[in-house]
């Protein structure tokens, strides 16, 4: 079981750039996929995420209108694609399962696999 | 968005210390938190969900408990591969907001 981002590096201010996260060793449509990032030096950030099919997304405000999460069930591959880029976009990118546990009718988060992440600098 | 706040940001414990971290939620979450450790250079790993359920293959030295906007996680018996970073998350609600993070160091 396991999850490899790819597609990590500089870009200007303003660019563009597409992540890629490959799944292996599990059912990748039966679960929900999130993407969590880490300035260097700081803390945890959930970005976002998405549903088995694709159905539902959800982004946190900073990202809203400039990110994009999306996946492919066929290739099991999760994808965010990031525009507009700013320099507080820089940050370690993992790529996250969600086991999606259940209880007393509720769901709850449980990221129980991540990537290694993969870097992302935004500067001139 | 729910604001997360852990306390103590840091703290300084021995091998076998008993460790205690909280977090507290700026509104209700029910039991909808999570814990996560994290070593330097690595990936979180998940500890806990829904509050207070140990995740397959976590040691039972680790514990939590809480609910609505107060949570704690507590080490029992701290050892050598426990000095990391934690975080808590909440799931109740979007955006999911981790707290700040409680380093535990040497």
């Known amino acids: 079981v396991q999850l490899v981002e790819s597609g990590g590096g500089l870009v200007q201010p303003g660019g563009s750039l597409r992540l890629s996260c490959a799944a292996s060793?599990?059912?990748?449509?039966?679960?929900?996929m999130i993407w969590v990032r880490q300035a260097p030096g700081k803390g945890l950030e959930w970005v976002a995420n998405?549903?088995?099919?694709?159905?539902?997304?959800y982004y946190v405000d900073s990202v809203k209108g400039r990110f994009t999460i999306s996946r492919d069930n066929a290739k099991n591959s999760l994808y965010l694609q990031m525009n507009s880029l700013r320099a507080e976009d820089t940050a370690v990118y993992y790529c996250?399962?969600?086991?999606?546990?259940?209880?007393?009718?509720?769901?709850?988060?449980?990221?129980?696999?991540w990537g290694q992440g993969t870097m992302v600098t935004v500067s001139s | 968005a729910i604001q997360m706040t852990q306390s103590p940001s840091s703290l300084s414990a021995s091998v076998g210390d008993r460790v205690t971290i909280t977090c507290r939620a700026s509104?209700?979450?029910?039991?909808?938190l999570g814990w996560y450790q994290q070593k330097p250079g690595k990936a979180p790993n998940l500890l806990i969900y829904?509050?207070?359920s140990l995740q397959s293959g976590v040691p039972s030295r680790f514990s939590a408990s809480g609910s609505g906007t107060d949570f704690t996680l507590t080490i029992s018996s701290l050892q050598p591969e426990d000095f990391a970073t934690y975080y808590c998350?909440?799931?109740?609600?979007?955006?999911?907001?981790f707290g700040q993070g409680t380093k535990v160091e040497i």
């Open positions: 996250v399962r969600d086991w999606s546990p259940s209880s007393g009718g509720n769901d709850f988060d449980a990221f129980d696999i």
């Open positions: 060793g599990f059912t990748f449509r039966s679960y929900w």
């Open positions: 998405i549903k088995q099919d694709g159905s539902l997304k």
């Open positions: 509104q209700g979450i029910r039991s909808e």
């Open positions: 829904a509050a207070s």
């Open positions: 998350l909440q799931d109740y609600n979007y955006p999911r907001t």
